[in-house]
Nanobody, 121 residues
Framework: VQLVESGGGLVHTGGSLRLSCATS????????MGWFRQAPRKEREFVAA????????YYAESLKGRFTISRDNAKNTVHLQMNSLKPEDTAVYFC???????????????WGLGTQVTVSS
C-alpha cells in the first residue's frame, strides 16, 4: 500500500492542524492505520492508531484529549486532528499501515514519507 501524507505546516502554540493520509494500492479497509512522529534527534514515536473498521482507536497517553484519529474507508484516507498544539509537538509526522487490521505498533510495516509539523512558541 502506498501512503501520502499532507496537511503539515507552521502553526502557533495553541493552534490546530489536520493531517491527512491518502492511500492506494490495496484494499484500504483491511488495514489498521496509524500516525507516528519523529522530532529532531529523537526516536520515532507512536502517536495514534485506528483499527480497520474504525471501531477501536489508540493514542499515546500524553496526547489523549488533544489528538483525534479518524478514517474514511470510502475515500481511502485517514486523518489526524491535532488541537492545542505545543512546541514539543514539532516533528515529522508519518502515516503507517498495518495489514493485520488491528493497529498494534509492532505490525505497522508500510510508511509514508512524512509531513513536517512545526509549532512556534
Amino acid at each position: 500500500v502506498q501512503l501520502v501524507e499532507s496537511g503539515g505546516g507552521l502553526v502557533h502554540t495553541g493552534g490546530s492542524l489536520r493531517l491527512s493520509c491518502a492511500t492506494s494500492g490495496r484494499t484500504f479497509s483491511n488495514y489498521a492505520m496509524g500516525w507516528f512522529r519523529q522530532a529532531p534527534r529523537k526516536e520515532r514515536e507512536f502517536v495514534a492508531a485506528i483499527s480497520w473498521s474504525g471501531a477501536n482507536t489508540y493514542y499515546a497517553e500524553s496526547l489523549k484529549g488533544r489528538f483525534t484519529i479518524s478514517r474514511d474507508n470510502a475515500k481511502n484516507t485517514v486523518h489526524l486532528q491535532m488541537n492545542s498544539l505545543k512546541p514539543e509537538d514539532t516533528a515529522v509526522y508519518f502515516c503507517a499501515a498495518d495489514p493485520t487490521g488491528w493497529g498494534l505498533v509492532r505490525n505497522f510495516n508500510s510508511w509514508g514519507l512524512g509531513t513536517q509539523v512545526t509549532v512556534s512558541s
